[in-house]
């Protein structure tokens, strides 16, 4: 697969996500933002099974590590190849106390809004990214 495949496959996931999340919430009015949207259950419910990941957040998980994976295979500018895997890294984050599993730290008891623009600002990561990515190519041109 070429670059804009591979990230026009991901962003779709991206975005099925966010709207499933978004859709299976009980969200009468999207400005009220005290209401639903400040509830984690979404979150959890669709991301972990108590302390584990579930299907949903293995396979969030998973597309994310495919998806960095194979575009680093296509990148030859070792900067990009640094934003990436700082973007798209999936490693457990170090604490104080010890680490925590990727999705625990950046989604276990998040607030769905929280959530929702995360992923929309991933969304326009990824976005800047294959923007430099082009602009990589047309200088080694």
């Known amino acids: 697969m070429d670059y804009d495949s591979l990230t026009t496959e991901y962003l779709n996931y991206l975005s099925r996500t966010?709207?499933?999340?978004?859709?299976n919430s009980r969200i009468v009015d999207p400005s009220d933002y005290e209401g639903e949207l400040t509830k984690v259950?979404?979150?959890?419910?669709?991301?972990?099974?108590?302390?584990n990941y579930s299907e949903k957040g293995k396979e969030f998980v998973a597309?994310?590590?495919n998806y960095r994976n194979e575009i680093l295979k296509l990148i030859k500018d070792e900067n990009l190849k640094y934003r990436i895997n700082g973007i798209l890294s999936s490693e457990d984050i170090l604490i104080r106390?010890?680490?925590?599993?990727?999705?625990?730290?950046?989604?276990?008891d998040f607030p769905l809004i929280g959530v929702l623009t995360h992923m929309r600002y991933r969304e326009n990561s990824i976005i800047?990214?294959?923007?430099?990515?082009?602009c990589n190519?047309?200088?080694q041109q």
Do not use: A, C, Q, W
């Open 18 to 23: 966010y709207y499933h999340l978004l859709n």
């Open 41 to 51: 259950e979404y979150v959890n419910n669709m991301f972990f099974i108590k302390d």
């Open 63 to 65: 597309k994310m590590n």
């Open 97 to 108: 106390n010890g680490k925590v599993k990727y999705l625990n730290y950046m989604y276990k």
């Open 128 to 134: 800047d990214i294959e923007k430099d990515f082009i």
């Open 137 to 139: 190519l047309l200088i």
